[in-house]
């Protein structure tokens, strides 16, 4: 009965508009933030085409309209003279052959340059623009990458040292899966309350409840197969968006010959991510529960949502905040002085998950026994 109760739960969240809401704003979310990072900053520093003087001054990383003007002046002048021009596509960047033609319009466009003297970051902009499409867009002297690939240029041996003990301890895929643990597992805990807060009580909409609660499926049966639906429909979108964040890393992969942990993303969604959806989805069956109420449960978990946002990176167990906040991507070395109490959260979290499924199994226990005496006291008066 318990595999009935679990498939009938999956079938029904299927057909329900909450899975759909929660696919479209998990992968929105993914793309946006998530992909949305890398794409600004990369993931490998590629070596400037010239060089930058190194001056106290850039100890702190401010961009001036001098910056992009010299950095826009010299790519130019380098690109024309080897003859290719660096390609941003993706989360991947690799320097790709120009024609002639292109290359007669560097030649134009360095000369024209030269006479310009801009006064905004706007006017720098709108030449610069033309540079970008000129050469096929998605270069570094689009509006979207000038920035990103300026600081890049000033900063390329601090960046390199960085991603190769990135490479060494992490297998890029470890470190790039901490951001993504943070990322999605504040996407998951808002949208996953929308299929879990009224998983036990919209057998009440459809006028069910005299079967439900005189029926002879035991109330663990019942609750945990229920548990185990949304359980299992929740994660298997966290593993499609997994499996795709891997295989935007595999190609990244085969691009630069660097290696990566094929299992990182996925060790980081189970270990980071799962227990915050087996929290949430226990929380939720015990607030709609005592509240007889999924709305009760949406509102509570929205303010408890905010509460958790507060820290970026954890310090600490941090016992309260029920999905892990770490916004950085750094070697593993790094990483280690917040393993501990990271771990310990997730295993608090694990047992607080576990505690509260029993909780629902005893709150409808007892709701089930309610109801089943006032059907047979109905059923005797009937009769």
């Known amino acids: 009965m318990l595999k009935e109760i679990f498939l009938k739960q999956i079938k029904e969240q299927i057909k329900s508009l909450s899975i759909w809401i929660l696919i479209v704003a998990i992968f929105l979310f993914y793309y946006t933030q998530f992909i949305g990072d890398i794409k600004r900053d990369g993931i490998k520093p590629m070596p400037p085409r010239f060089e930058y003087s190194t001056t106290d001054s850039l100890a702190v990383k401010g961009v001036t ?172 979108i966290l593993f499609l968006v997994t499996g795709h964040a891997t295989w935007i890393f595999h190609g990244f992969s085969k691009l630069t010959g660097d290696p990566i942990s094929y299992g990182g993303f996925f060790k980081y969604s189970i270990v980071w991510i799962i227990p915050t959806i087996m929290f949430v989805t226990s929380l939720s069956y015990v607030i709609q529960l005592i509240f007889d109420n999924g709305i009760v449960s949406i509102i509570v978990q929205f303010f408890y949502w905010i509460y958790s946002m507060k820290n970026l990176i954890s310090q600490g167990i941090q016992p309260t905040k029920y999905f892990i906040r770490f916004n950085k991507i750094i070697p593993h070395s790094e990483f280690q002085p917040f393993m501990k109490g990271i771990y310990l959260n997730r295993i608090l979290f694990t047992i607080f998950s576990l505690i509260l499924l029993f909780l629902a199994i005893k709150l409808w226990d007892r709701k089930r026994g309610e109801m089943s005496s006032g059907y047979k006291t109905r059923k005797k008066d009937i009769l």
């Open 65 to 236: 309209l001098e910056d992009h003007i010299e950095y826009a002046y010299n790519t130019m002048k380098a690109d024309y003279n080897s003859g290719d021009t660096l390609r941003i596509k993706g989360i991947n960047m690799f320097y790709e052959k120009i024609n002639e033609e292109q290359r007669k319009f560097l030649e134009e466009a360095i000369i024209e340059m030269e006479d310009i003297d801009f006064q905004t970051i706007d006017e720098y902009y709108g030449f610069i623009d033309k540079v970008d499409r000129a050469l096929g867009g998605n270069t570094v002297y689009s509006n979207e990458n000038n920035f990103s690939s300026v600081i890049g240029s000033k900063y390329y041996e601090e960046d390199i040292e960085t991603y190769n003990a990135i490479l060494k301890e992490d297998k890029v895929t470890n470190a790039y899966g901490r951001l993504f643990a943070d990322y999605i597992g504040i996407a998951i805990s808002f949208f996953a309350v929308f299929v879990t807060a009224f998983s036990l009580t919209k057998d009440k909409r459809y006028n069910c409840n005299e079967l439900i609660y005189t029926t002879r499926v035991s109330s663990y049966k019942y609750v945990l197969g229920k548990y185990l639906g949304d359980m299992a429909i929740i994660s298997l």
